[in-house]
Structures are given as structure tokens and as C-alpha cells.
């Protein structure tokens, strides 16, 4: 086995590794005698009271500390590399495959396709466990790591080959077996493709899928994401609102039998289809606690919550604003009436909501996540911004203030000449974005498409 230096990156202040005079470039060699293979073997060593730290400091030098320290403190160490391992890439061809959908000449970053179970513990994203070893499997046992985060698609062996490309896939379910005989949280994700896994497959998924509660807890159905980018890949046809109807439809009846059985909804369907059915959310008892928010699943009703709580103790009072909003085309309703809502008790914010498409990906990818910094200069130039523009952060890359596209914040402030503040996805977040009572700008994507599953599709 290849083995990864476990290079220090960075320091936290005031933290145990600061008070042991640990510094950037030097490099963790062992905890308690045992070498760490990635970041499992370390944040399972260092939970303990008392560890002892080998470390080989810039010069050559080791040293060997020895260090007390309450249970799960954290030793304030940031690594070079965040897995202290390689990333594993994907071995499947999906046919519904989003990074396959990418146009050419974007950042090499966007185009790795990866499928590693770390990054569904530590991020999670959902892996498809055909690259996971008897191995793998121990140490998660081992550690009983969980949640872990699974795609399945289907659960017919044939089928599931055919999706994924990959002669192997249809042979996962022992591995399945042996998270849940260990009792390993797990939740699960079926990306839905018309005239493939639907109808009467998606009936059998769901009921072979329930043979496994209470371990997994849930488990997702989200409709393909067709880009524009589709030539030379399989042909995929869009669903249309009479499918919607149908696929809630199976899971509904599906989530009433399974409640009444064990307390769970269990599986459930991503916002889209509403809006695409044309039918009302559910109401926030059925979503099980959220279980499937980065999938889409109950965002637009967690935010109807949230906004609402956020409303109930304000009185209004008539403040002055002039400001706009910019939102992908499935949350634009939605954002409409929140503005709507707050306007009865601050008559005096006004606020424009403009619903952005995108050309970029195709008319058909709809929701905010995706969408690129040259559309909104190009559907924004000319309207009426007011004295400030909101963007929600899942626009953005992760902790930088680029978009998908490389176009940054400052270039869109620039073309569009309005301050630009990016707002958290809480509904609390919105309110105060709406009133002037934020400052500052918090930038923050999450990891959708640079090393992550490529079946993740972005949030509303």
C-alpha cells in the first residue's frame, strides 16, 4: 500500500498542537505507536484522554510527545490533505452522470469523478461502494463510522450494471448486508431516469430497500439532471408533470405503510418533483427530521419554517430598503412569497426577485447551485438591482467567492455595479439579509461536483 505523508497544513490558535510547538510542514508519523492510513485511523487515535504523538519536525527531528487532554478534544491540526490520503476516483460510466454532462475548458478540478467513503463520512456525499474493499468495509465496521451515504439506483443486479457501466455493480448488497448487521447508519439516494429505474423498478428498490430499517434510516429520489452537454452519452428523456404525478404517488402510498410499520417515512422525493406535479410540499413531519437536505429533499419547506419562526417575534417598522434577489428558477415561487411575507410588516423593503436561467447547463437545471457567474451578469445587466443584490451561497465555491464558471463575486459586482452579498441558506439568514441586518459576506459552496459523487445534483 501507497502510503500518504501526513503533511501539518495549518495551526489553530490557542490549541493543544500550538502548545506542543508543532508547526506547519511538519509531518504525523504515528499516534500510540500505530501508523495512521487517512483521516479515520486519526480521528479515532486522538480521541483518547491520553495519546502519544509521533511527529518528524521540518529538520528531521522527531519528537515524541506525550500529551493529556480531555476525551474528543481535538489536537487543532489541519493536514495538507484533508482524507490524509489520495482520493479515490470513480470507476463507473453512469448514464446519468452530471460530470459527464460538463462543458469542455472549465477548471480540471470539475471533472474529477470521485467515490470514496471517506468523503461520505466526512462530507456527505453519496458513494456507490463498487470501489470498496473488504477493507474498507472492516475499518468502517471497525470504527462503526457512520452516516454512510450510498447510491443505489436500483436494486436489480442486471440493471444496475446497465446504469453504472460497470459489470460489478449489480454486486454490492453483501457489503450492504454487513453495514447493517454491524448496525452502521446508512442513507440511501436513487437518481431516477426515465424508462430505466422507474415504475415498477422503483417499486421493487423501495421494497427491497425497507428490508434494511432501521439502519438505513432514508432513502432519496431525485430526477436525473440533464445538462445540454449530452452528445455521445446515453439518450435520456426528461420527465415530464404526468411522471411527477406517478412518482409521487409511489411514494407516498409507499411512506404511509412503512410509517405505520416502523415510525419512518423512510423514502422520499426531492423537491423537484412537486414543483414538476405541480402539487403542495408535504409539511415537515413527513421529512423525518431532514435526513436528505443536501439532496434537495425538504429544503424549500425547512425554509418556509425557518422563515416563518424568523417572522413570528418581529413587529415591523418602517425601515427603508431597495434591494433584489437573484435565485434559480426552482426556488424563485418560493423566495417570492417569503419577500411577500415580510413586506406586510416592513411595507417599506422593497425587493425584486429575479429568476435566473441557465443557458449555461441547459434550460432544463433549475436549480440555484448551478447556476454561473456569466448568466447572472447577462440576465442581470440593465435591471433594477436597487442598492443591493442577494446571492444564496450555493452558488459559490466552497470558502472562495468564485463561481462554477471562474467568474468571481467582485467581476459581477463590477459588470453589474451593485454591491453583491451572498446569504446563508437559513430562512433566519434571508430575513435579516432582507433588512440590512447582516454584515459582512460569508462565501460558501458546498462541495457538489469537485470531488464529490457525481450524483449529487445541488441544492434549490
Not at 433 to 449: C, D
Request: charged letters at 30%; proline letters at 3%.
Amino acid at each position: 500500500m501507497k502510503k500518504t505523508k501526513h503533511i501539518i497544513r495549518q495551526i489553530a490558535g490557542d490549541s493543544i498542537a500550538e502548545e506542543m510547538n508543532l508547526e506547519p510542514m511538519d509531518e504525523v508519523l504515528a499516534i500510540n505507536g500505530q501508523e495512521i492510513e487517512d483521516v479515520f485511523d486519526y480521528h479515532y487515535l486522538v480521541n483518547d484522554e491520553y495519546i502519544e504523538l509521533l511527529v518528524r519536525k521540518a529538520d528531521g527531528e522527531e519528537w515524541l510527545l506525550e500529551i493529556e487532554k480531555d476525551a474528543q478534544e481535538d489536537l487543532g491540526i489541519e493536514f495538507q490533505n484533508s482524507l490524509m490520503d489520495d482520493y479515490r476516483s470513480c470507476r463507473n460510466r453512469c448514464i446519468f452522470c452530471f460530470i459527464d454532462q460538463m462543458p469542455p475548458g472549465m477548471r480540471e478540478t470539475l471533472y474529477f469523478k470521485d467515490d470514496d467513503s471517506r468523503l461520505s463520512f466526512l462530507q456527505g456525499n453519496y458513494v456507490t461502494l463498487t470501489n470498496m474493499s473488504d477493507h474498507d468495509i472492516d475499518r468502517i465496521i471497525h470504527y462503526h463510522l457512520s452516516p454512510i451515504n450510498i447510491s443505489f439506483q436500483t436494486t436489480n443486479p442486471e440493471l444496475r450494471c446497465k446504469m453504472l457501466n460497470n459489470r460489478f455493480a449489480g454486486d454490492i448488497f453483501s457489503k450492504v448486508d454487513r453495514l447493517y448487521e454491524a448496525g452502521i447508519e446508512m442513507n440511501g439516494q436513487i437518481v431516477l431516469c426515465k424508462g430505466y429505474n422507474d415504475g415498477q423498478e422503483l417499486e421493487n428498490s423501495i421494497r427491497d430497500l425497507a428490508e434494511y430499517l432501521p439502519h438505513l434510516r432514508s432513502v432519496s429520489v431525485v430526477p436525473v439532471g440533464l445538462s445540454r452537454y449530452r452528445e455521445g452519452l446515453t439518450r435520456l428523456e426528461p420527465f415530464q408533470q404526468e411522471d411527477a404525478v406517478r412518482v409521487l404517488e409511489t411514494i407516498h402510498r409507499w411512506q404511509k405503510k412503512l410509517y405505520d410499520a416502523y415510525g419512518l417515512h423512510f423514502i422520499h422525493a426531492s423537491d423537484e418533483w412537486y414543483l414538476l406535479a405541480g402539487e403542495e410540499l408535504p409539511p415537515e413531519e413527513r421529512y423525518d427530521g431532514y435526513l436528505q437536505l443536501e439532496n434537495g429533499v425538504g429544503m424549500l419547506r425547512l425554509l418556509e419554517e425557518e422563515v416563518t419562526e424568523a417572522l413570528a417575534d418581529r413587529e415591523g417598522d418602517g425601515r427603508e430598503r431597495n434591494l433584489s434577489i437573484a435565485t434559480g428558477k426552482l426556488a424563485y415561487p418560493h423566495i417570492c412569497r417569503h419577500v411577500r411575507r415580510l413586506k406586510k410588516k416592513y411595507p417599506n423593503v422593497n425587493c425584486s426577485v429575479y429568476p435566473v436561467t441557465n443557458f449555461f447547463f441547459g434550460e432544463s437545471i433549475t436549480v440555484s447551485g448551478l447556476l454561473t457567474g456569466q448568466d447572472l451578469k447577462k440576465q442581470l445587466t440593465g435591471r433594477n438591482l436597487g442598492e443591493e443584490l442577494l446571492l444564496p451561497c450555493n452558488m459559490l465555491r466552497s470558502g472562495e467567492n468564485v463561481f462554477l464558471d471562474d467568474v468571481t463575486v467582485e467581476e459581477l459586482e463590477g459588470t453589474l455595479q451593485v454591491p453583491v452579498s451572498v446569504v446563508d441558506t437559513q430562512g433566519a439568514d434571508l430575513v435579516k439579509a432582507l433588512l440590512g441586518e447582516t454584515t459582512g459576506r460569508e462565501h460558501r459552496r458546498r462541495q457538489i461536483y469537485e470531488q464529490t459523487n457525481s450524483s449529487n445534483r445541488g441544492t434549490p
